[in-house]
Structure formats: structure tokens, C-alpha cells
């Protein structure tokens, strides 16, 4: 099952903040964050565990809410290098990893 | 440490014809998990393999088709070629299976006319 992101796109100028949500309709082990600039593969920057933990890039701040299924990418004081497609992945079960559709920042001067 | 290889980097064939592309982890990784990536539909989900062995698998038909050697290298393989196949595929690798962070190759742009 294929989480949901949202926004599908959003432009900011540099120094805003943006929030981008992940949603599942199952339950959630973990979720995975990445993000991809145009022509250039995805890039690791957070998993967030069932639990507690996550593991990632110190520059990033990310939510999971077990309960609902959900996670939330926080993106403050964005900078140029932020803009880029952010995929959200999922797994149920420590297992399968399914990834949304993307969320495309882009950061004007 | 190098990164996640993917050959060939570029691909034209025919509806109909067969391809197999090639996925080199990183070393010391021994998962490898595929993934189709077309224009609005994101990254689905091909297959995974760790140690040799098929350990999940996405919803694809079964033309699509993959395998790991025991140096953790993996190839998937598309036979009879449809024009919807046309993609950018990409490979990742990760320590072992589970919850852990993937390292993507730069993806084989496979073109089916």
C-alpha cells in the first residue's frame, strides 16, 4: 500500500519553512525520508522508528505519529540546495518498503 | 567507499525484446532492492534480495524477474518489452534487510519504442 504525501508541490523563498506530511492507511513500523534533485538519484536524510528512534541527518527534523500512521518533514529556514523532490517511504513490517508519489520544493532567491 | 553501480546507464530497445540491467551494492551490503521510478508515479516497488534470495516482491507482472549472486551483485530482467516499461530504474543497496537506510545508483534509463 502506497503512502500518501501531501503537499504535491510548494515554492518558498529562502528563509521560509515548509512542512511536508506522509500517511499510511496500515499500521507503520518505520518511515523513511528522501530526497531527489533533478537528475540525480535519491539521497538518505531520515528514518524515524516505531518507538522512538530515528536516524539521520542533524540538519533534519522529522515526526512520526504511530497512532496515525502519519509522519511530518520539517524544513525550516530553507536554503537553494533544499529544493528537490522529497519521497516519504513506508514499512509495515520491517520488511517492505512502499514510497509515495513525492512532495517537489522548490526554493526561490 | 564506492557507491551503488548500475550498467548500463542507457537503454533503447523494441516491444517485445528482453533486458537485463546490473546493480553492484556498495561494498558490504547485502540487500539490494529495485524500484521503477516514471514521471507523477514515484518510486514503486520492484523487488528486494538479500543473501541470495528473493524477500519481497512488489506488484508487477511476472515479467518482471530479478536475482542476487553470492557477491551480493544483483540483475533484474524484463522480458517482452511493452512501451509502458519505459522507466528509470534504480537499484539500492543497504547494510541488510530491514530497517536501514538505502544508498541508490544513478538508475538506468530504459527506453522502449
Not at chain 2, 518510486?43 to 534470495?53: R, W
Request: positive net charge; glycine residues 10%; charged residues 15%.
Amino acid at each position: 500500500q502506497q503512502p500518501v504525501q501531501s503537499p504535491q508541490a510548494v515554492i518558498l523563498r529562502e528563509g521560509e519553512d515548509a512542512v511536508i506530511n506522509c500517511s499510511s492507511s496500515k499500521a507503520l513500523y518505520s518511515v523513511h525520508w528522501y530526497r531527489q534533485k533533478h537528475g540525480e538519484a535519491p539521497v538518505f536524510l531520515m528514518i524515524l522508528l516505531k518507538g522512538g528512534e530515528q536516524k539521520g541527518h542533524e540538519k533534519i527534523s522529522a515526526s512520526f505519529n504511530e497512532k496515525k500512521q502519519q509522519s511530518s518533514l520539517y524544513l525550516t529556514a530553507s536554503q537553494l540546495s533544499y529544493s528537490g523532490t522529497y519521497f516519504c517511504g513506508t514499512s509495515s513490517n520491517n520488511n517492505d518498503m512502499r514510497f509515495g508519489a513525492g512532495t517537489r520544493l522548490t526554493v526561490k532567491p | 567507499k564506492a557507491g551503488v553501480t548500475q550498467t548500463p546507464r542507457y537503454l533503447i530497445k523494441t516491444r517485445g525484446q528482453q533486458v537485463t540491467l546490473s546493480c553492484s551494492p556498495i561494498s558490504g551490503h547485502r540487500s539490494v532492492s529495485w524500484y521503477q521510478q516514471t514521471p507523477g508515479q514515484g518510486l514503486q516497488f520492484l523487488f528486494e534480495y538479500f543473501s541470495e534470495t528473493q524477500r519481497n516482491k512488489g506488484n508487477f507482472p511476472g515479467r518482471f524477474s530479478g536475482r542476487q549472486f553470492s557477491n551480493s551483485r544483483s540483475e533484474m530482467n524484463v522480458s517482452t518489452l511493452e512501451l509502458g516499461d519505459s522507466a528509470l530504474y534504480l537499484c539500492a543497496s543497504s547494510y541488510t534487510t530491514g530497517t536501514y537506510e538505502q544508498y541508490f545508483g544513478p538508475g538506468t534509463r530504459l527506453t522502449v519504442t
